[in-house]
């Protein structure tokens, strides 16, 4: 669905008219391009220790246009605070208050991103207060930012460093037109595991990818991104579904599958149609889900057992399928989709809210059980996407849902999608038992 609003104030005269009456005034996000540079305008990389002179140096061989000092008025694409070597508190002060006197001279749709260590890895009650502390200090910055621009954060965490190769991966996604959407977060890099592509075009070259739910919205937005990717496909939907699904399946130039997947064999029928039709099978996207909501003193047995079904209990028997299969062992990449419901809750949907809360309490024990085999399991958030379902929420309260983030508009579904998809390549192989929202930093819930 389009957002009319946001197409009329991001040029003259609605722009004008917008900030002359106070009124929200989003801005046209930059979304990737097959083929676009990763960014244009100078990076300005600001540390003092050797992790941020890696980085610079990284990042020049990337043929980036790199400052490791600011031009006073010269338009900067991204700055980049390699924060990596903090001790105590008092140690923030300098290096955010220098980076602080380049912020206006950011480009529209510019990047902040923060490179540090988890609190969780310091047992010193002053090195965890700092690195906590940049966590506070990079949700606020985004709520500040303008024109687009994003602040997200990347901490690194059991050995990883600055140029491991899942640093590098979640530091491409967050300079890139992918992560548009994405403001106000962060990606532990808990392992010094990855493998940053050959052909940054087609990071999932040869790569077998299953994906649930495809046949339209969402699901379908991830099928052909991961097509785009470089990517063989097998979309997934049920029965009932069935015109639709052979439509993206002919787009993406990949097999359909109808199937229910709360069928008790559901995961080895997605493994025997994988391996039988393409010979492999690497990544498996949960993207199917329902909703059946109603508030919980009317809710019944059947519209609570039906979300639980279909949103969790089909993940959890599928991944078994998976885990217990020869045929999903080198490097195997699976990602959910959860949602922002699942962590700070929604009216009228207790039950699709458990059912995502329990997305992500999956994900988070998972991890380990797929790390033996070199694999990795992440989930994604979803907050207010431009969808089929959002369009026929009532007017008034869509607008309102659409204003509710840093950057006062809704996602498109490519925006979930291109997070699936790096959270799915080897670029993020040492990312695993994340929770990546895709929510535009939306101002209710964490």
């Known amino acids: 669905m389009t957002d009319k609003y946001t197409q009329f104030v991001s040029r003259a005269p609605g722009r004008d008219i917008a900030r002359k009456l106070g009124l929200p005034q989003p801005v046209v996000l930059r979304r990737h391009k097959p083929g676009q540079p990763l960014i244009t305008e100078p990076v300005l990389v600001q540390g003092t220790g050797t992790g941020a002179d890696e980085l610079a140096a990284t990042l020049l061989a990337w043929d980036l246009d790199v400052r490791r000092h600011a031009v006073p008025k010269e338009k900067l694409g991204a700055i980049i605070l390699v924060l990596d070597e903090l001790a ?14 380049s912020l206006r001279d950011l480009a529209p749709n510019a990047r902040v991103i923060t490179v540090s260590r988890a609190a969780s890895d310091s047992a010193d009650p002053a090195a965890a207060a700092a690195r906590q502390g940049v966590d506070g200090l990079v949700r606020s ?6 024109a687009g621009a994003t602040a997200n954060g990347i901490l690194l965490a059991g050995g990883a460093g600055t140029t491991s190769p899942s640093t590098l991966g979640a530091l491409r996604f967050f300079l890139s037109g992918r992560s548009a959407f994405v403001d106000g977060q962060f990606l532990t890099v808990s ?10 075009e087609k990071p999932l070259a040869g790569k077998v990818a299953v994906v649930t739910g495809a046949a339209r919205g969402i699901g379908a937005a991830i099928a052909r991104t991961l097509r785009r990717d470089g990517a063989t496909v097998v979309v997934v939907d049920i029965p009932a579904a069935g015109d639709h699904l052979a439509a993206v399946a002919n787009e993406v130039h990949g097999t359909a599958l109808q199937l229910d997947i709360t069928r008790e064999d559901a995961g080895e029928r997605i493994i025997e149609h994988a391996v039988e039709r393409h010979g492999r099978l690497d990544i498996v996207i949960h993207n199917a889900g329902i909703t059946r909501d109603k508030l919980l003193a009317n809710m019944d047995q059947s519209r609570w057992d039906s979300v639980i079904a279909v949103n969790i209990a089909a993940q959890l028997r599928i991944n078994e399928a998976l885990l217990a299969s020869e045929h999903f062992r080198n490097s195997p990449r699976i990602v959910s989709v959860a949602s922002t419901s699942g962590i700070a809750g929604n009216r009228g949907q207790t039950n699709y809210a458990a059912s995502k809360g329990g997305v992500m309490g999956m994900v988070r024990a998972t991890a380990p059980l797929l790390g033996v085999h070199g694999g990795s399991i992440n989930a994604v958030a979803p907050g207010f996407i431009e969808t089929e379902m959002t369009a026929k929420i009532p007017f008034a309260t869509r607008e309102i849902a659409r204003r509710l983030n840093s950057l006062q508009q809704g996602g498109k579904p490519g925006d979930v999608a291109e997070a699936i998809v790096f959270l799915a390549s080897d670029a993020a192989g040492g990312v695993s038992g994340e929770v990546l929202r895709v929510c535009g930093q939306n101002l209710v819930g964490a």
Do not use: H, I
Request: hydrophobic content about 45%; cysteine-free; aromatic content about 0%.
């Open 88 to 101: 105590r508190p008092e140690d923030l002060a300098r290096p955010v208050l220098t980076a602080a006197t």
């Open 141 to 146: 910055l985004a709520k500040e930012l303008r």
């Open 191 to 200: 392992s010094a595991e990855g493998q940053l592509p050959a052909d940054a």
